[in-house]
């Protein structure tokens, strides 16, 4: 998804801080970036060109995902929309199924009695139901749209391809640690749900964390990852409060993760490199009582990104860097 679209207005310009990841990522960081330099010399697929654009480049998003993908190629039926949102729906009104079956926990392993709420970001039906993920809904402390399309490489790979395919290959691998996985869908609903719905399913299932899996429309030349963690927002329905700590925690487990497992650097267009960016508008953070993070796994605008994403072999890397963020989150 980008920072353009109903969840997703461009930010105030800041500065992120990063004090907090200086801790946990110190000892990762440092290896991790040499292994980017090795990755980057060695020529692996989408590698990255050294560019580092300013936070600033979210601006560029904004035109970028406004054009429409090609519907012909890998991305699947029909037109990605222009911008993206954290997903959800209102209750009961896409599908006759409220969220995806949660397959059981594995006999034994380390997260046996965890449970981990999985949200696969969009829905490849939505652009079909414009008038339903156009509808507002609470975000807590505003209104805004129930869910948008995603976005999608050049070529018309969807974020919502992308995101089940990470996500189903992340449930297979917590299930083997021994966790109960629950879905906020499974492609098992004709659009949606809404963001708030999306919160509800991982609130109801008093998850010991939730991920929700996405990948950014930036303008070609931003490049890397970044996990959205929730900032502290009270007011109406939405109180962060007691999550913000345990989000951020399980954030950072995420991002030195995935450095490490994928070879990919921290986005070099927003979170000044630290791979984390804070966020208050989100409905699907806002609405969290359980801790809960997003991560953009890349920037499907941009040619070397989006190389990877539409690679097995990545993806799959990338399903374990996540994997491994959580399983460190969840045994402390």
Known sequence: MSYVGPDFDPPQPRRFRRAPLTV??????????????????VGAPGGGDGSDKAAGGTTSASASKKS?????????????????????????TSSSTPASPTSGPAASGPLRGKVVVIDPGHNSGNFQHTADINRKVNIGTNWKECDTTGTSTNAGYTEARFTLDVARRLRTILQEEGATVKFTQDGDRSWGPCVDERARIGNRAHADAVVSIHADGSAAG??????????????????TRPIVASSRDLGERIAGNFVRVTGSAPSNYVGDGTGLVTREDLGGLNLSTVPKVFI????????????????????????RGISEGIVSFLRG
């Not at 920037?299 to 799959?316: E, Y």
Request: with cysteine; hydrophobic share 40%.
């Open 296 to 319: 953009e796994c890349a920037n499907m605008r941009d040619s070397k990104d989006a190389a990877l994403v539409t690679s097995d072999a990545w993806r799959q890397k990338a399903a």
């Open 222 to 239: 931003n490049r890397g990852f970044h996990v959205i963690l929730p900032g502290a927002v009270h007011g109406g329905a939405a109180d």
């Open 68 to 92: 429409s993908a090609s519907s012909s190629s890998a991305g699947g039926p029909g037109s990605p929309a222009a911008s993206a949102t954290d997903d959800g729906e209102k209750p009961g």
């Open 24 to 41: 946990a990522l110190a000892a990762l960081v440092p290896g991790a970036l040499l292994g980017w330099l090795v990755y980057e010399a």
